[in-house]
């Protein structure tokens, strides 16, 4: 909503219509008007306001995002593949949410007992790092292998291949996953 954003930029500055009219060479009225979202700004306008407010012009532009984002623990999105020993919990947005456009993805997984991540080496273009949180697991980057156990975290680049598994026979592996970029 761009009115509302002019309107609460003009007001952090302290301004006032008439003296935004001013600085601006628009009327008041007009600037009302676009502030209620009634009229749609000219490019050249949005410039002149941009100028008055000593804001950068793509302040306007840009997609609406919201800077923060609270996810409860009973509203995270829960990623349950079918055939599959794991479980995901997104802790942030998923990079999908086109409200969001998060720059970084931090997902919750529990791996049951004696079970792989995925069948094959999942390669991504997005750095990731895992946190044991519970349990251990034995990590296969590509032909080397590293146990990480609770409280252990490895960081892995992009595009290298990788699953995991883990080893016991009774207790679920627990960790925090974090992959930035986001994959979409």
């Avoid at 502030?35 to 997609?63: C, G």
Wanted: charged fraction near 25%; aromatic fraction near 8%.
């Amino acid at each position: 909503m761009l009115g509302p954003k002019i309107r609460e930029i003009r007001l952090q500055k302290g301004l006032t219509l008439n003296e935004m009219s001013k600085k601006t060479g628009l009327t008041a009225s007009y600037l009302s008007q676009l502030e209620r979202n009634i009229i749609d700004p000219s490019l050249a306008s949005l410039r002149k306001i941009s100028a008055a407010l000593e804001v950068p012009l793509y302040t306007f532009l840009a997609d609406e995002t919201r800077e923060h984002v609270l996810i409860t623990a009973d509203k995270r999105k829960k990623l349950d593949l079918p055939n599959s020993s794991i479980t995901y919990e997104f802790l942030t947005p998923m990079a999908s949410d086109k409200n969001a456009h998060p720059k970084m993805e931090i997902i919750y997984y529990q791996l049951e007992p004696q079970s792989w991540s995925s069948d094959d080496y999942i390669v991504h273009a997005a750095d990731e790092c895992i946190f044991i949180l519970q349990g251990k697991i034995e990590l296969y980057l590509g032909e080397e292998q590293y146990i990480v156990k609770q409280g252990d975290s490895i960081y892995i680049r992009e595009n290298i291949p990788h699953r995991f598994y883990n080893p016991s026979p009774t207790q679920k592996a627990v960790g925090v996953s974090t992959i930035c970029p986001p994959i979409y």
